[in-house]
């Protein structure tokens, strides 16, 4: 179902009022760039921080509110799976990491990872 079931999972188990997401095959982002944008987040008043590199937005590395998750329950029952439509539906604010894109690779294969690494 995409990732924005593995976000809805994630808010069904946790207590927290606050998710920081992060994909699986993004191994080389480093605590420094997330708790930027943990900080970020604690700044705004949105409800959905997300990282970006210039134009190119990263989708799935994000901090979202928990109490966001009766909206995409919704939004995911509908047929939808388009992250950035979701997005749209709440005041989320964009991080420009510019030139600190190293670390928003994602690697699925050892070519790439060696290509990376």
């Known amino acids: ?15 927290a009022g606050v998710l920081l997401m992060v994909p699986c095959d993004a191994p080389f982002i480093s605590t420094v760039q997330l708790l930027h944008l943990l900080e970020q987040h604690k700044q705004s ?3 959905i921080t997300v990282a970006c590199t210039g134009e190119q937005v990263h989708s799935v590395f994000l901090v979202v509110e928990t109490h966001l ?3 995409l329950e ?11 439509l979701w997005f749209k539906q709440h005041k989320t604010q964009y991080v420009d990491f510019g030139s600190e894109a190293t670390g928003f690779e994602n690697i699925n294969t050892l070519d790439e990872l060696n290509t990376i690494a």
């Open 69 to 71: 998750k009766t909206s």
């Open 45 to 47: 008043d949105a409800n």
């Open 1 to 15: 179902s995409g990732a924005l079931a593995g976000i809805l999972a994630a808010m069904y188990y946790s207590n």
């Open 74 to 84: 919704t939004y995911l029952a509908q047929g939808e799976r388009k992250v950035r």
